[in-house]
């Protein structure tokens, strides 16, 4: 059997929040971008599935490979890091001050965007052949999809910031499930069912994730989408984040490790009344000699 029961989860939840915070910068870059790169690369081939067979569920089935790709090869993507570095600081870790947790958030924020993006403008090029050509139907979904994130939500005010700030809580609540359900498992195959699952039920729906809008958005900039700088950070970006950061550390990290956190063990009897004796009462040590 190779099942993890809570408790032990919630144990590498703490242990792998305060190993990343140990990460240097060089590595929170160089992880999160390849975590950008692979969570775009997962979107477009599930938008081109979407787009030839007329249904979003079939492109939701494969999207969940991407996020095994960045779990499994312990690359670092904001979401998880929402979820986990929290648990550290709420566990007493040495290195898990809010400050450093902080700061550990803002470098793969930053990692995540340069790897998306990245991705997002040779996909561009890719898709008008390097803007030689017209726009195929998968560019078009892209553009409209980059539309639908930002001046859809514009067009309705603050209903609209809700709503894109309520997806986010959503979203990360299952992608940092299928983080933290990946522990439950010690077999590979156990774990690619484990993060394929809560994330299937993320994307399916349509809710917000911050790094997979920092391919789909720009790119659809890139192809001709009627979106802005300031649409694309303050009507999507900016509230899917903090929606992200809500569902994430609340809704799974900080639940889960305050409900199944191993319990601390009570001194036995005997040491307990030795502990609270006075220095007259407390056992003396007699020599054997």
Not at 44 to 59: D, F, I, K, P, R
Not at 96 to 115: D, E, H, P, T, Y
Request: aromatic share 10%.
């Amino acid at each position: 059997m190779d099942y993890v029961k809570p408790q032990e989860v919630v144990t590498d939840m703490v242990s792998t929040g305060a190993l990343k915070l140990d990460l240097p910068v060089r590595d929170l870059l160089i992880r999160g971008a390849l975590a950008g790169a692979y969570l775009g690369i997962a979107t477009s081939m599930a938008v081109t599935a979407a787009v030839e067979t007329g249904s979003w569920l079939v492109g939701s089935l494969l999207f969940p490979f991407g996020l095994c790709l960045a779990i499994l090869l312990r690359t670092e993507i904001i979401t998880g890091s929402f979820a986990l570095l929290p648990c550290a600081t709420a566990d007493g870790k040495a290195n898990a001050c809010v400050s450093r947790v902080l700061k550990n958030w803002g470098w793969v924020f930053l990692g995540n965007l340069i790897g998306s993006t990245l991705y997002a403008a040779l996909l561009a090029i890719v898709l008008t052949t390097a803007g030689d050509a017209g726009l195929s139907s998968t560019g078009m979904k892209l553009i409209a999809i980059a539309e639908a994130k930002t001046t859809y939500y514009a067009s309705h005010g603050s209903a609209g910031m809700l709503t894109v700030f309520t997806k986010g809580i959503l979203c990360n609540w299952m992608v940092s499930l299928a983080v933290v359900f990946a522990f439950a498992t010690t077999s590979l195959s156990g774990k690619i069912l484990a993060i394929w699952g809560p994330t299937l039920l993320f994307f399916s729906q349509g809710f917000e994730h911050a790094v997979v809008n920092m391919f789909v958005i720009p790119v659809g900039m890139l192809l001709g989408a009627h979106v802005t700088l300031a649409d694309w950070w303050l009507w999507n970006q900016i509230p899917v984040t903090l929606g992200n950061l809500v569902g994430g550390m609340l809704f799974t990290g900080l639940a889960i490790y305050f409900t199944h956190r191993p319990a601390v063990a009570e001194p036995a009897p005997q040491a307990a009344m030795a502990a609270r004796a006075t220095p007259d009462e407390r056992p003396r040590y007699i020599p054997s000699f």
